[in-house]
């Protein structure tokens, strides 16, 4: 009876003993949690998001209700403005439909680049939809394409008429990308480079409205310069600074022509290269600009400097992946060169070659897969080892 007594004193002390260290652990677990969401809101209560551009944003991507400038306001209950919006609303389903295809895709088969944290696209014109696609957890975005850059437009002063016209230019911009995979150069010149004839023009708004696609929250807008000589900037651009799902991004953009010169060592191009590391490189839609002889060396220069590459056969020509030691694996199919008007494409047999022997599925167009006779599309996915 002694023995038994024992044994059941020594198993209640140790039941209790079980219960309060329980009782710590859930302390300390929620005291953590607490803290946690503490610093949450301490985050939340610090940014100082922007009226002004967030009513601009929620102005161009059909979402009124959530504007507080008083005139903007009036402005979105005009019949051209519902027109726009009901337009805006059509164009952000095909958006959506691509996005999930997209990020379905890429969950799968490019975890590599979810680290990369500073991503660079070259030739981009306005598309940063498919740049904060393609690199979805980068903290700085960089874009580089000859389409203006565009001015700061003060909405207050625009009359109904002239913003009625603009928000039609800016429209055939978001319309374009959403009925296809890349943006025309044509398209691009007619409604972005046009100062003269529009108030709200270049990149600017139309970068703007990606990041109100993707529920960002404007936080400030800057104009920037990569170069200036005798106090006149060379290249022009701008930066936005926002936050997306409770983490600071981003975004610049440079107005400037590529040119084999940008390579060369303390180039405003090349400082501003090595000033980042962990990067991650975009081209799409590329024009084969790096299969001219005379940009060959910018294409090695490029792969000299970055450690992930997503393209099509349009960027960097896929030989000079396997000289520099990189990995590749290759999606969709390349059977065929698009029709570009002006323009003469190479053929890449051994990247042909390449993808007969191994290529992966591809569920979404990319690039210039819709200018192709044959309407495949493949992308191109080199990266270096750790």
């Known amino acids: ?201 270049g990149t600017f708004p139309i970068v703007v409205f990606y990041i109100g696609y993707f529920s960002g929250n404007i936080i400030d807008v800057k104009k920037e310069c990569l170069e200036y000589k005798d106090f006149n900037c060379l290249i022009p651009g701008y930066s936005i600074l926002y936050e997306e799902d409770q983490k600071i991004k981003k975004v610049y953009y440079y107005s400037k022509k590529l040119v084999p010169e940008d390579i060369h060592q303390n180039s405003p191009f090349d400082s501003l290269m090595k000033k980042y590391d962990n990067k991650g490189l975009f081209l799409k839609a590329s024009v084969y600009l790096f299969h001219n002889l005379k940009y060959q060396n910018f294409a090695n220069y490029l792969l000299e400097n970055f450690v992930y590459i997503i393209q099509e056969d349009s960027g960097i020509p896929y030989r000079f992946f396997q000289q520099h030691q990189f990995n590749v694996r290759l999606y969709g199919k390349y059977v065929d060169v698009p029709n570009l008007t002006g323009m003469k494409v190479p053929f890449q047999p051994d990247l042909s070659r390449d993808f007969k022997l191994n290529s992966q599925r591809l569920t979404f167009h990319f690039g210039y897969g819709t200018a192709r006779v044959s309407g495949i599309s493949n992308l191109i996915f080199a990266y270096k080892n750790p």
């Not at 519902?82 to 996005?99: G, T, V």
């Not at 500073?118 to 306005?126: E, P, T, W």
């Open 1 to 201: 009876m002694n023995n038994t007594y024992k044994i059941k004193k020594v198993l209640f002390l140790f039941y209790i003993f079980f219960l309060e260290a329980c009782q710590y652990s859930n302390s300390n677990q929620l005291e953590k949690n607490q803290n946690i969401i503490i610093q949450s809101q301490k985050v939340q209560q610090e940014i100082k998001y922007s009226k002004k551009w967030n009513d601009f944003k929620n102005f161009l991507i059909g979402n009124p209700n959530k504007i507080e400038n008083t005139n903007l306001y009036t402005l979105a209950n005009k019949d051209w403005y519902k027109k726009y919006q009901l337009n805006i609303r059509n164009y952000i389903q095909k958006y959506n439909k691509q996005k999930e295809k997209v990020s379905d895709w890429h969950q799968e088969n490019l975890q590599e680049v979810y680290s990369v944290k500073n991503a660079f696209y070259l030739l981009s014109g306005a598309d940063f939809y498919y740049f904060r696609l393609f690199y979805p957890n980068a903290e700085n975005y960089f874009m580089f394409a000859m389409e203006k850059e565009g001015d700061f437009p003060e909405l207050n002063t625009i009359d109904e008429s002239t913003l009625n016209t603009n928000l039609v230019a800016i429209e055939e911009i978001i319309h374009n990308l959403s009925h296809n995979t890349y943006l025309f150069s044509k398209t691009m010149n007619k409604f972005l480079n046009q100062d003269k004839i529009y108030k709200i023009y």
